[in-house]
Nanobody, 123 residues
Framework: QLQLVESGGGLVQPGGVRRLSCVVS????????IGWFRQAPGKEREGVSC????????NLAESVKGRFTISRNNSRNTVYLQMTGLTPEDSGIYYC????????????????WGQGTQVTVSS
């Protein structure tokens, strides 16, 4: 049974840095593409970044390019999202998800989802 558990959220000041973790169990990271999504109140879930089964990562949202970096540690079966230069617009619940449809911003291509971790950027 594939499971994903996010952690690392919290309150961050504008301009701050935060690293989110997504621990994947039940499969190896070579088997699934892993995406990070976020959802702010009243808004649709937005694709932020993803890392392919092959290991290559890419940012999906224009607003995070140059600020967010996705990576993974195969030995820990964990995917990370390093976030820098945070703004209040980055606030929301951050989810990681697993799928086999390639790196995509479409939520429909990911079959498994974690419960999410809240990130709040505020002074």
């Amino acid at each position: 049974q594939l499971q994903l558990v996010e952690s690392g959220g919290g309150l961050v000041q504008p301009g701050g840095v935060r690293r989110l973790s997504c621990v994947v169990s039940g499969v190896t990271l070579d088997d699934y593409d892993i995406g990070w999504f976020r959802q702010a109140p009243g808004k649709e879930r937005e694709g932020v970044s993803c890392i392919r089964r092959s290991g290559g990562g890419t940012n999906l949202a224009e607003s995070v390019k140059g600020r967010f970096t996705i990576s993974r540690n195969n030995s820990r079966n964990t995917v990370y999202l390093q976030m820098t230069g945070l703004t209040p617009e980055d606030s929301g619940i951050y989810y990681c998800a697993a799928g086999r449809g390639g790196c995509s911003a479409s939520v429909h291509l990911y079959q498994y989802w974690g419960q999410g971790t809240q990130v709040t950027v505020s002074s």
